[in-house]
């Protein structure tokens, strides 16, 4: 025998919830039903064959009378129905209403009465179109009524195709066969009944870093709730109120104010209360019928430090996008990624809901159809946790992003950015102050000299330059004259430098000299390289809000701030400034393709489950000769002792 606290447990247990359809198992053996039922009839309607019936005479023999057989006329019966149907599928409700009779024009005085039914059938099954056929044969009963066995299939996203079969009335009003229309012919239970989709999630599947450390997943909770129509006086119902309140902390007015205005036989969810709680109160509340519990899942995150930027957040549906999150098939009131991985994988972590379509009718529901859940997959990243936690100590105390990429396969091994922020408390100081912003995919700055490397391969590209191509650096330049002198970095120049060294070197008159005769030869030229190079669109990467930034020319400057290209434009362009606007993911993107052999991979965050097609890679502008040539130049940076701006950092 159970003891009192297994007792109490069983009441405050999942297998305790209140189902919409009554106790759950009951609803599913109502489905199972109502299946092989369907099933009967699909299979017995194989075999109808269009036939008269033997109307019984006056002395009770079931013989067919001349009267009856020219009164049941199966194959005009027919006609009718195939017209009725074929105006259906064709979306002209103005013929399908001339075909019905009195009684049926009674039911949808007008084709857009007519209209609307199949309107609200189609909107509340969620079905972008429904298709009817006859199936089976006509049959006759001894009233001259013909019944002709109607399915619709309905083509639906969330719950594919299915069929709906029903059945369409038709009768002789003395001058042609006509359809003796009602709700009915719809979907069965519709006259007077409601289509409904009732959806239940399994719990969010969760995230994971490359190397086994758990980021964050679900969370077991339990859903306190009312139902209002099952609470007695209003001393019991105080005495509710007070032993709720001290489960969940709320004001006994707080809880009153959720469940008051709510229809009396709702569960109306009043609290989220942690396991080992509901257990220290489940003695006082099991007390009362109208309090019950069901299982839930909160989101947890069990290294809330780590990586809050990339994780991101779970929440409501937005209200401005509610709409869009309902046509992929949420009721609009689910927890959903609402930023980073969170909201980049929501459809690989939240999986699918079991859905369950029915007509909930005057008396009874009846199941359309029943598709299962399936249960999301957790994440694992491709983000190594070391490494993430290194990135992030190295940004302690600044602003700005550290991007790792792996040059072989496109995937990110550390994505940090600074200020950073607990996503457990975020505070209004968070959001005044910029921490939320994720500067590695968020973030949009010039690229300085590091946009040096495609001015290169545009001047090489096009032939206005070779690597030995040489220059002469004094330490300015004055390629549009006096009044617009510019200077290298280094005082007094770098003296005769080649294209090569120049990069190297990161020599700023090279650069300008070359954005000049880019410039010469096309104001678009260089905003062309720029977006083969992957600028000015988004990389691709499962993160949503990434900025793809600006990779200008005369056509978007003009479009985006009305002015004119000026040759001066490019030149500035050429080193990296201007209108010219990246992310940090963009350059680490691009120079991860000069060191993979010119391939420009789409970044990725997930390690698996790996998407069934993954994207192909763009190829750089570059002749292998000249990509060998920009790779020396890259390599001399750091071991050029001469002329190499960051050997510096790499001595011993």
Excluded at 177 to 183: A, K, P, S
Excluded at 320 to 347: P, W
Excluded at 402 to 422: E, Q
Excluded at 441 to 452: A, D, E, R, W
């Amino acid at each position: 025998m159970a003891s009192r606290e297994e007792h109490l447990l069983l009441k405050f247990a999942p297998n305790a919830e209140v189902h919409p359809f009554g106790r759950y198992n009951r609803c599913v053996n109502i489905r199972r039903i109502a299946l092989v039922h369907a099933a009967m009839l699909l299979a017995a309607c194989s075999s109808l064959r269009a036939t008269s019936i033997p109307v019984p005479d006056s002395a009770g023999d079931a013989r067919p009378t001349q009267a009856a057989a020219a009164r049941v006329d199966i194959g005009a019966a027919a006609t009718a129905a195939e017209s009725f149907v074929n105006a259906l599928n064709a979306g002209d409700y103005g013929r399908a209403h001339e075909l019905l009779d009195a009684a049926g024009r009674s039911e949808a005085p007008t084709p857009a009465d007519l209209q609307a039914a199949y309107d609200e059938a189609r909107t509340d099954g969620r079905s972008e179109t429904m298709t009817a056929r006859l199936v089976g044969g006509l049959v006759a009963d001894a009233n001259g009524l013909v019944t002709a066995q109607l399915a619709t299939d309905w083509q639906s996203r969330l719950l594919d195709t299915f069929p709906v079969t029903t059945n369409l009335t038709l009768v002789d009003d003395g001058a042609e066969w006509r359809v003796r229309w009602t709700r009915d012919a719809v979907a069965p239970g519709f006259d007077g009944g409601k289509i409904r989709l009732q959806q239940s999630w399994l719990p969010r599947a969760g995230i994971m870093t490359a190397d086994g450390v758990e980021i964050a997943g679900p969370s077991e909770r339990r859903q306190v709730g009312v139902q209002r129509s099952r609470i007695g006086d209003a001393a019991e119902e105080q005495r509710m109120l007070t032993a709720l309140a001290k489960a969940t902390g709320l004001s006994e007015d707080e809880i009153r104010g959720k469940y008051a205005d709510a229809p009396a036989d709702w569960f109306v969810p009043i609290a989220l209360v942690p396991v080992e709680t509901l257990g220290e109160y489940a003695a006082q509340l099991e007390a009362f019928p109208a309090v019950t519990a069901r299982a839930a899942f909160v989101r947890e995150r069990y290294q809330p430090e780590f990586a809050p930027h990339l994780i991101g957040s779970v929440g409501p549906i937005p209200a401005e996008v509610v709409d869009d999150y309902r046509a992929r098939g949420y009721s609009g009131d689910e927890i959903v990624g609402r930023s980073g991985l969170e909201a980049g994988a929501e459809a690989i972590l939240s999986g699918q809901p079991e859905r369950v379509l029915y007509v909930a009718g005057r008396d009874r529901q009846r199941l359309l159809v029943e598709r299962p859940a399936v249960r999301g997959e957790s994440v694992e990243l491709t983000i190594r946790s070391t490494l993430q936690m290194s990135a992030q100590q190295l940004l302690e105390g600044r602003r700005g992003a550290i991007v790792v990429m792996d040059v072989r396969d496109g995937a990110v091994r550390a994505m940090a950015s600074a200020p950073t922020f607990d996503p457990t408390n975020v505070r209004q100081a968070d959001v005044d102050g910029g921490a939320l912003l994720n500067r590695a995919v968020q973030g949009l700055y010039p690229p300085g000299s590091t946009f040096k490397i495609v001015t290169m391969a545009a001047a090489l590209g096009e032939g206005l330059a070779q690597p030995d191509t040489a220059f002469q650096d004094n330490g300015t330049w004055s390629g549009y004259g006096a009044d617009f002198v510019k200077t290298c970095w280094r005082e007094g120049g770098h003296g005769r430098i080649t294209l090569q060294n120049g990069l190297t070197a990161s020599c700023n008159i090279v650069f300008y000299e070359v954005g000049k005769w880019l410039e010469e030869k096309s104001s678009h030229l260089l905003g062309d390289y720029a977006r083969r190079f992957g600028f000015g669109a988004p990389t691709g990467i499962e993160l949503t809000g990434e900025q793809g930034g600006n990779a200008p020319d005369p056509d978007y400057v003009q479009q985006a701030y009305g002015t004119t290209w000026r040759p001066g434009d490019t030149v500035n362009m050429a080193v990296g400034q201007g209108y010219l606007l990246v992310t940090p993911l963009q350059i680490a993107r691009m120079t991860a393709a000069i060191a993979d052999g010119g391939l420009l991979r789409t970044p990725r965050l997930i390690g698996a489950p790996l998407p069934q097609t993954a994207p192909e890679p763009q190829t750089a502008p570059l002749s292998a000769e000249h990509l060998a040539a920009i790779q020396e130049a890259m390599l001399g940076v750091t071991t050029n002792a001469r002329i190499g701006t960051t050997t510096y950092r790499f001595a011993n």
